[in-house]
């Protein structure tokens, strides 16, 4: 059987005790190691498990699935993803390719950012759909995320933001000359994110993330060094990083059918309160 195994956002100890029997028993163990990252190493997973742990990164999930599912009609094997296993497509078409092969796949979910992003005080219910935006360069600039947010906007929803990662990826120039040589690794911040969707809006002007829209940056949710910073757009482009610190970074922004609740709890994070209550009250308040 193959087990998509859920690890929760922050360490070792975020897998369900359901998770760990499996981990402890399973014939061979993955770890994808793309999507998105865990705030420990993979020898203090080992060490916690009490087992080897292979590194599963982008190539071989995409390309070598057939190395994961070998045998695993005939032994268990276990595939471990940071947060939640099917909050990422790839995870979704490895299940697929199993059953193709008359492998049984179970599910062991765990936390994620869409549920757990709940810890800025914001309800749940509120939020229209997520978005992802990667790292802009001189060749690629994608907007598509622009008319996602603008849907949530036209119903009042909040719109979560989910940033880029770069985990073993070659650069273009190195594809372009067939060098596997891989960059070091990098994650999007709070503040670039609102950069480049402040460049966005400039080149749209449709005013749907403006300057003065206003947004919760997060980081690091679900572990003891969790921090959170609220304030407009341009304030999250200049202080942002600055009050988060390190990675992992999302970001949200606000729909205008924000409950009065809701700006109560993420004003306790505002860059400026008082600039925040005068947005909020001309903006948002009220407002459908």
Partial sequence: MLYLIGLGLSDETDITVRGLQVVRSASRVYLEAYTSILLVDKEILEKYYGREVILADREMVESSSDDILSDADKVDVAFLVVGDPYGATTHTDLTLRARSLGITTQCIPNASILSAIGAAGLQLYNFGQT???????????????????????????????????????????????????????????????????????????????GPEALAVGAARVGSSSEKFVSGTLQQLVDRGDEILGGPLHSLVLLGRRTHELESDFVKEWAVDKQQWDEIWKRDYEGKK
């Fill in 131 to 209: 978005v992802s935006m990667v790292f802009f360069t001189d060749r690629w600039r994608p907007t598509s995320f622009y008319d996602r947010v603008a849907e949530n906007r036209a119903v009042g929803l909040h719109t979560l933001v989910l940033l880029d990662i770069k985990v073993k990826e070659p650069s273009y120039e190195n594809m372009a000359r067939g060098r596997m040589i891989y960059e070091p690794p990098r994650y999007m911040t709070v503040g670039q994110c609102a950069e480049q969707m402040l460049e966005v809006e400039r080149a749209r002007n449709e005013g749907v993330c």
